[in-house]
């Protein structure tokens, strides 16, 4: 399929998986847009931009629904219509177990995860119903497929939620030729390893899947024909278990 002049918005697109799928897009002809909650980091990004033509930035927190409503009016007036929307917005705290999270913490995980993948979907998809084209990639977890300590209870019940958000949204409006597909990545050498419990170290981050990995799994599915649609991938270090 040819990109050339899509428009695509990705969330999180500041630094990880989000920065390295806005870098592929942008290489693709695609005009891009990096959303994301600090504006110091969507600006150095933009700045150091390795393919294609450098993006526009917006700042947005996803938790923030008139924040996210705001966005996508700015995009269509700037840009025109979003026709590829990346959901990479995501975060992780330290405190992975029930006894030790906090009732705060529980909400901050499902406010971006979740509920800001939801705003996100919800501003685009008036644009895409009404042209009947459209594509959504929402960057979950191997924790959106498996529950895992490492992950952590919140963690892994926002990216199951995610998962069915995903799948219940792209049964909908398959008839209407918007095509969702979740990506569900294993252990990722990106800037959320910082919210570990524990220092991760240079051996094991070297075993990680880096974003560009990731992105290539993006670039395979934009690229397909209207005709086909892969609603879900996973992918993984070859060395990370996953039964």
């Given at each position: 399929m040819h990109l050339a002049g899509k428009v695509a918005v990705?969330?999180?697109?500041?630094s990880g998986i989000g920065l390295a799928i806005a870098e592929m897009l942008s290489g693709e002809g695609c005009r891009t847009v990096l959303a994301g909650r600090t504006a110091d980091r969507l600006r150095t990004a933009a700045?150091?931009?390795?393919?294609?033509?450098?993006?526009?930035?917006?700042?947005?927190d996803v938790a923030d629904r008139p924040q996210v409503d705001q966005l996508f009016t700015w995009v269509q007036t700037q840009l025109g219509p979003v026709d590829i929307l990346v959901n990479s917005a995501g975060v992780n705290i330290t405190a992975r177990s029930m006894a030790e999270m906090t009732p705060a913490q529980w909400d901050q995980v499902l406010a971006v995860n979740v509920t800001g993948a939801y705003n996100c979907m919800h501003a685009v998809l008036p644009q895409m119903r009404e042209r009947h084209w459209g594509m959504i990639i929402n960057i979950s977890s191997v924790s959106g497929k498996r529950v895992t300590v490492l992950g952590g209870v919140a963690y892994c019940a926002s990216k199951f939620a995610m998962t069915a958000l995903g799948t219940a949204v792209g049964n909908e409006e398959a008839e209407r030729g918007i095509r969702v597909t979740n990506i569900y990545p294993g252990e990722v050498d990106t800037p959320i390893l910082l919210q570990r419990p524990e220092p991760v170290s240079e051996e094991r981050r070297a075993s990680m899947l880096q974003p560009e990995d990731v992105a290539r799994m993006v670039q395979a599915i934009v690229r397909l024909p209207e005709r086909a649609h892969v609603p879900e991938l996973v992918i993984k270090p070859a060395v990370q278990p996953y039964a």
């Open positions: 990705i969330t999180g697109g500041g700045t150091h931009w390795k393919q294609g033509p450098p993006p526009e930035v917006h700042p947005v």
